[in-house]
Each structure stands twice: as C-alpha cells, then as structure tokens.
C-alpha cells in the first residue's frame, strides 16, 4: 500500500484528498490528511462577521464530514516534515511515511512580527482574518460612535489582497446606515503605491474611494504601533494617528513549514509556478496560501490549483512528465458597499479587466463594475463552497485556465511583459 | 508603448516610468532613472541593494519584498529607507529595472 499524506483540512487539503480519491484506486493508494482541528471555517464570511451580515456559526462545519469517507483523517499537530526520509512527525503518534506529499498548511497572520501592535489588540487593534477576531471587531463596531477608523496592511502578501478594501467599503455602508458616517474618518494604509495599484483597475475602480470620502495613505511601511498613543509609525517618520485600528498583520505559512526547512522567509514554499511541485523536493507538492507563488493567497486560485494539481500528482505516480498548466488565475468577487460589487477575472499575465462573465455579453455578471448581481453571487458563493468546491466538483461555465471571453481592453491599457 | 531616452540608449516604459522589458536594462540607465528620483549618485550600498534584487528576480521572476531585503542581510530596513528616501520598494524597483510593487487590483 502506497500513502498520499496531505497537510491540511482547510480548502486546499480537503479538496485534494477528495479529487485524488476520485483518482486513486484505494486498493493500492491510501490518503491520509492531517489538521490539528476539526472546524472548517469558510473563511470568506469572516468578512462579513463584523458588519452582523454572518454570525460565525454560518461559516464552520466539521473538517472530517467534508472529507471523502476513504481518506484518513488524523487530528493531531505537525510537529515536522522529514524530507529526507519521506516522513511527517504529528504529536502523540507514529511517524507517516508518505510516497507523495501535499502541502495545505496556508497562512496565519502573525501580529508579534509588528512592534507595538499587541499592545492594543482587541482593545482598539482588531483583525478580521480570525474567527475570534472578527467575532471582537463585530462587538467594537457595534460601540464605535466616532473618530479615525485606520484600515492598515503591514506587508505584503496578505491573503486575499482585496478583503481590506472590501472592509473599507463595508465600514463606509455601515457607518452610513447607522448615520454615524459623518463622524468618521475612515483612512486606508498600504504598503503599496495606492488602493489599487493595476492600471484598468485604478481608472475605472480609483473614483469610488473619493467619492466615498476614503483617505489613502500609500506607500506606508509600517515600523512599529505605539498602541498608548494610538498611532501607527512609518519607517519614513509619517504617524498615522487612529481611535480604531484594523490591520492585516503580516502574513506568514505555518511554524512547522520553517521548522521544517522547507519556507522561504515568510514560511512560504519555493513552488513551481505552472506544475506547483516544490522546487526542492520531487515528491512534495504544494497548493495555496502555503506556496510562493506570485498567484493571489484565495480559495479561488486553490480551486483552479486543485485540478491541475490532482492531475500532476497521478502523473508523478505514473511517471510522467508534469502538465504546466497553471496560469495564476483568480476570480473574487470584491464588496463594493451599498449592496453590490464587482468581479475580477485574472491571471500571472492579464490585469483585472472589465467585460462581462462569463459569458461574452449576456454575463450575467460585469466585471470591474459594481453591480446587485456581483454582490448576490458573492452570497451565493458560500453554497457552491460547500456542495461544489471541497468537493472537488467543477464550477459551471468557470475554466480553470483564464478566458479572455468577455474581456476587454482599454484602449491604451499596455500589457507589461512577464517576467519570464 | 512609450518610449524613454537615456543617454544613448532609448528603452519601453509604462506611464510611471518603470521599466516594462527588464532586458533593456543597463548601468546607465539605472543612474539616470536615480537621478530622476532625487538620488543624485549610486553609491556601492545602492548597488548592493541593486544587485541582490535582480539577482533575486533572476531567479524567481518576483521582485524581493523589503522584509527579504533585511532578511538576507543585505541591507536593514531603516538603511533601506534611508538609501531609497520616500518609498524603497518602489525606487529600487523602479531603478533597477523592475515593474512596480502592485496589488492584484
């Protein structure tokens, strides 16, 4: 009996030991995955947790019932991976040899990285990248009567880049329908050159910012928070003073990926950019927030991965060359506030570009254009999360390889050459 | 695509300048571009910063994040503020021949 382990119950591990069940004869190929729990947050929601739009107990279900009744699941921590030997260590238990490994460790965001910013956490710092952080912040809100609300992103990369932006926009409705807007001032920092940052993005998308009365603060990297004064410091001597900080803290894959050696400094994994095998091992592959890969950190891109990863594992098996079929593609619909939002289709290559998807035309939804129906489709999403996505199923009319049907390009948007 | 003259040599840029085909880079180009942004000469620390990026970029096709910078020991990160004054990550970037710092959207 050959073993497939996977580490990780979240949507990267969950979908590939069920798409790879479909695979693999359990005759001759068992799967194990291993989590150190068994609540499967749908991490999308926690998004809405703070607004009241979701309570947290919408969004968790059990890790083991979304798995295929033939794969093992093993509750335990990882305490390490021995490449070498082809083996992971859990805690309390015996060793697991694996033939093929399969990385969905993800990420964490990791606040001690930022001087200062524990100090005030949960106090006047929250984030909503947790469920008990989002849970906090839902209570903060619901008392905050004024005053400067700071949307704050340490460094790049985050997971899921846009949620920041969709909780700035979120806080402007919010604050809107509680007619408390007017007292506050709502303020975006970014390490970046601005909130959006692609070019088609930035002019057809840049006048929502103004005209809901959002500051931009770009550019900003953060040195440390001095909680007692409730300001945010800059390694360039800016301050960025607030009575409400929400920060996306730094983002890091998991202490075991380190421990392990297998993560670059941020504990993220050198991974094949189109096969997604690692780099250093050939039979570890990776998927997700846990790679490298320039692709966003999103349960999207996991999706599109997962099929294609499905099929270079039972190449690798069957001693085959590897397909390059990765693209990068993502596709997120992004909360505009006001009950609607817009979707963006993308890959390594082409910028967020509007049209219609995914059919040419008739949609029915726009993309990069705030719309009822975008925002109806994020809601429903959380539906074909469950019943389609962990389960390996494809989604209707959605490649995993980008199409450019329905895209258009702005005259005079360039295309910048890729890096290689 | 618009064109950009430096000295003798004529390279593609995007609106904002940077560099859109990172094989057209040169020395000189990068000393011109740093001139635009204020710094008036490159010292060897900047070209230590230079080099490792490009060597990193080489590599992984990514352009190396500030935290990679102070990481490896290239540079620290108020020394990087202090060589690239307002904005590090997008002057290197953008002296050394690379597309900008960007977000997915």
Known sequence: MKRIVILGAGTGGTVMANLLRQRLDPAFWAITV?????????????????????????????????????????????????????????????????????????????????????????????????????????????????????????????????????FTFLSDSYFTRRKLRDAVDIVYVTPLPGAFTKPVAAAALGALLEERKIRVVPDFGTERVDAAARKVIGYDGREVPYDLLVTIPTNMGAKVIESSGLGDELRFIPTDTKTLRSKAHENIFVIGDATNLPSSKAGSVVHFQAEILAENVQRAIEGKPLEEKFDGHANCFVETGRGKAILIDFNYEVEPLPGRFPFPVIGPMSLLKPSRINHWGKLAFRWIYWNMMLKGRPIPFVPNQMSMAGKRRPAGAQQTKPAR | MPKKQFGTVAVDVDEEGFLTDFAQWTREVAAAIAKEEGIAALTPAHWKVIEFMQKEFKENGQVPSIRKLNKSGVVSTKELYDLFPGGPAKKAAKIAGMKKPEGCV
């Open chain 1, 34 to 166: 291993v989590d150190r729990d068994t609540n499967h947050y749908y991490q999308p929601g926690f998004l809405f947790i703070p607004f009241g739009m979701y309570t947290p107990k919408q969004i968790v279900k059990d890790r083991g019932k979304l798995l295929s009744k033939q794969v093992e699941f093993v509750v335990a921590e990882i305490e390490g991976v021995d490449a070498a030997k082809s083996e992971v260590r859990v805690a309390g238990g015996e060793a697991l040899p694996y033939d093929i490994l399969v990385v969905a460790t993800g990420t964490d965001i990791v606040p001690s990285e930022t001087p200062g910013l524990l100090d005030g956490w949960r106090d006047t710092i929250f984030d909503f990248y947790t469920k008990d952080g989002s849970a906090a912040l839902a209570r903060k809100l619901e008392t905050f009567k004024g005053g400067t609300l700071a949307i704050h992103i340490v460094e790049m990369p985050i997971k899921c880049p846009v949620a920041p932006l969709e």
